[in-house]
């Protein structure tokens, strides 16, 4: 029997339709491709699970919800949000609660089994439905490792039902854990495009569409959480962009920070005692239970709702995962041992119950797991010797009849009693909040310091900092020196200052701020017709292009270099390796590039750019085959320097390959040992694992204590890298060999 999920005639402007009640339609504009593919993976028969991840805050689950509403009405909807403590119990608890409310609904017809078991019954109802099924498991990333599998296994036995389709939403997925499993396909969902993007603010009535936007744009990195929480935000404050941007520059807080503190601060006193529970819970929770301990209030969760502070799946209710650390530290510690206490007597009212009678629907497994957890934060008592014969008492409550349970229940306070204690809570934020953003007496002196310094003074101090690496105080050093528009030397410095802050933001990888200030730089320089410099900050822009995959940009710069006349070689040779490394897919077009460089390398007088000439030039040989030059480049390189030369260590490993290939077995192991010296020395193991593996491998008859050297080598240094199969043959290889040599005490590699 096929089912059908969804409507032949749900085209792509029906899909792409603004649900105003959820989701925007720029939002959904900007993820057209993501929907297009969740409606194909519908319509097709041969796939039963869709994989779709994505950073935090692109709004994945967003995507997902949307397009659920297309869905034939038959579809039975299986959602479930994952949590840290997750396992397959939990969500089949959650499924079973899904299906009876179904079953009483007269949406499903519940099956007729008489078993207790509760496996058996919700087999029993997935194989009595008769409609198709669409499971949709979110946050797969909180699940553990050892936890997954049991969750791909029931996947898999869905699966093989013919009725079921899976999305597992995820940040991140380790294939391997689906792979030979399940046929399954991926989608991601990304960053709002800039045009969306601006149209979105648009949409809003958001003025200052340019720089201001860019600003934004930059912060949030087009995030549609980050993105739309600051629209809120300005909505609900009567903020204008300029506004808004103009408190988060005084906050002194990281983006992030920033727009979670300011969305916390629309929780009321009242309102917060919900969200320490729900941070301290660590898992949604039921509205029913909410109501039971007196943390329900409609209207005000609606609004949380509304914000996207909150989320709700079902009856269940949570804090999104983006709010949890920032939560968790404003919770004073004493507050925070209060609730703690509270969740181990919830637990413990609730582990006799039977699933049905509980207001906690989560497994007995996790709820002793949960109150372990909850313990460790509960303050140890001193044990006293009692003077007199007592009863001893048990470390864990006898099973209760429900009644008494829930009477117990209603008796834990999560409400504070008095303004008081509200006041330690708020003062104990607000303490928080100022010890993050104090400064010490000494920064404060350092700071009184700088403001009598000269320009050419702060100049000389910035450069101090630069050799010891310190970017973030050498940008505070040369935006303090921009100020200093009166002094003398301004014109002169102009140039050099905006370069010098381009550099330094590079150094950190804040590539918004470098291109900024590199295209400041560029225009200074242009005006001096200072054509080195002009060429050196078009590379370093072509860089910053590269990086973030504005390819054509960057090509376009690289191509202006070029053609220009009278440059200096390394110029051109940095241009052409530029050029090269744009041609991923074209390896003939990288080599005539590289070819290009090499020809003006004699005329070249910096060492470490030649170093990386000949080691790429070498490689661009050797993927086209040209065996024999890409062994003169690499023996070119391996003659520059070591103080110059990264390379020295992959040119030998390199070498040992090809020699290895043309079966001159010996002088490749030769190869393969300099390069394992080169890391030893450098203590660099990111180029260990093949060479130490050779020789490994080639010692194991010969040598076999050297072996086991080189084994341990590898697991010492980069073993945590591999994957799983791989550690296993590693580990029985060392096995293997210990034995050989009659070892009984774990070998050290010294």
């Not at 969902?189 to 003025?207: G, H, P, Q, W």
């Not at 909505?235 to 941007?245: A, E, H, K, N």
């Not at 349970?405 to 306070?413: F, H, L, N, T, Y």
């Not at 050797?622 to 070119?636: E, G, L, P, S």
Request: glycine fraction near 2%; include cysteine; charge should be negative.
């Amino acid at each position: 029997m096929e089912y059908s999920f969804i409507d032949d005639y749900a085209d792509k402007k029906l899909l792409l339709k603004n649900d105003i009640s959820k989701v925007n339609q720029f939002f959904i504009e900007n993820n057209s491709k993501q929907i297009e593919k969740l409606f194909e993976f519908f319509k097709s028969n041969g796939t039963p699970l869709m994989l779709l991840n994505g950073f935090l805050g692109t709004g994945k689950s967003l995507v997902v919800e949307h397009f659920l509403t297309f869905l034939n009405t038959d579809v039975v909807v299986l959602r479930y949000n994952c949590y840290e403590t997750t396992i397959l119990d939990d969500i089949l608890l959650a499924f079973f609660e899904e299906l009876r409310v179904l079953a009483d609904e007269g949406r499903i017809t519940p099956p007729k089994t008489k078993s207790e078991n509760f496996v058996q019954k919700i087999s029993a109802y997935f194989h009595s439905i008769n409609k198709p099924v669409v499971i949709v498991i979110d946050s797969f990333e909180e699940v553990l490792k050892e936890n997954k599998g049991a969750v791909v296994d029931f996947l898999e036995h869905i699966s093989k039902l013919g009725k079921a389709k899976t999305i597992i939403i995820s940040r991140r997925f380790d294939y391997e854990d689906f792979d030979n499993r399940v046929n399954y396909e991926i989608v991601s969902v990304l960053a709002f495009e800039k045009n969306l993007y601006e149209k979105y603010l648009r949409s809003f009535d958001i003025k200052l569409i340019g720089p201001a936007s860019d600003e934004l744009y930059k912060y949030t990195r087009g995030y549609y959480f980050y993105v739309s929480m600051a629209v809120r935000i300005m909505m609900l404050r009567g903020l204008t962009l300029f506004d808004f941007l103009n408190g988060f520059t005084k906050s002194f807080l990281s983006y992030n920070d920033f727009i979670l503190r300011e969305a916390l601060a629309f929780v009321d006193p009242v309102s917060g005692h919900l969200f320490r529970f729900l941070t301290i819970m660590r898992h949604p929770v039921s509205v029913k239970l909410l109501k039971t301990l007196n943390l329900y209030d409609e209207r005000k969760i609606e609004f949380f709702l509304e914000n996207m502070i909150l989320s709700k799946d079902g009856e269940m209710i949570y804090l999104q995962d983006y709010y949890k650390e920032i939560a968790q530290n404003s919770i004073p510690a004493n507050v925070a041992v209060k609730i703690h206490k509270s969740c181990v007597d919830l637990y413990n009212t609730q582990l006799p119950l039977k699933p049905f009678e509980r207001d906690l629907l989560i497994s007995r497994a996790t709820m002793r797991a949960e109150i372990e957890y909850h313990r460790m934060f509960l303050p140890k008592k001193p044990v006293f010797v009692p003077k007199i014969q007592q009863q001893p008492q048990e470390t864990e409550p006898q099973a209760q009849e429900p009644s008494e349970c829930k009477k117990e229940i209603q008796s834990i306070k999560f409400i504070f009693e008095s303004e008081e204690s509200e006041n330690e809570i708020l003062t104990g934020i607000a303490n928080s909040i100022n010890e993050f953003l104090s400064f010490s007496e000494e920064q404060m002196r350092e700071i009184e310091r700088e403001n009598n310094l000269s320009l050419v003074e702060l100049v000389n101090l910035a450069k101090q900092e630069e050799n010891n690496y310190n970017y973030k105080r050498c940008i505070m050093i040369y935006h303090r020196a921009l100020t200093l528009e009166k002094d003398d030397n301004y014109s002169i410095f102009l140039p050099i200052l905006n370069l010098k802050l381009a550099q330094n933001y590079k150094n950190l990888s804040d590539w918004f701020n470098a291109l900024k200030y590199f295209e400041c730089a560029l225009k200074l320089y242009e005006k001096n017709s200072d054509r080195e410099k002009v060429a050196d900050i078009k590379l370093e822009i072509a860089n910053i292009f590269y990086i973030t995959f504005k390819r054509d940009k960057a090509k376009e710069l690289l191509q202006e270099i070029i053609e220009q006349q009278n440059l200096s070689s390394d110029i051109y040779i940095k241009a052409f390796i530029a050029l090269a490394d744009l041609c991923e897919e074209d390896l003939n077009q990288a080599y005539r590039y590289y070819n290009r460089a090499v020809e003006l390398a004699q005329d070249c007088d910096d060492k470490s750019l030649l170093a990386s000439l000949y080691f790429k030039f070498a490689i661009a040989n050797d993927d086209i085959n040209q065996t024999k030059q890409a062994v003169i480049y690499y023996k070119k390189c391996l003659e520059i320097d070591k103080k110059f030369n990264p390379h020295l260590s992959s040119c030998y490993s390199n070498l040992g390959l090809i020699y290895e290939e043309a079966g001159s077995v010996d002088a490749a192991m030769k190869f393969y040992e300099e390069s394992v010296k080169i890391d030893k020395e450098d203590k660099i193991f990111n180029s260990i694992y093949v060479p130490a593996l050779k020789l490994a491998e080639y010692f194991r008859k010969l040598d076999p204590a050297k072996a086991l050297e080189y084994y341990m080598m590898v697991k010492n240094n980069v073993y945590s890298k591999l994957k799983e199969e791989n550690r296993k043959k590693i580990d029985a290889r060392i096995l293997s060999l210990k034995a050989q040599l009659g070892m009984e005490e774990v070998y050290e590699n010294k």
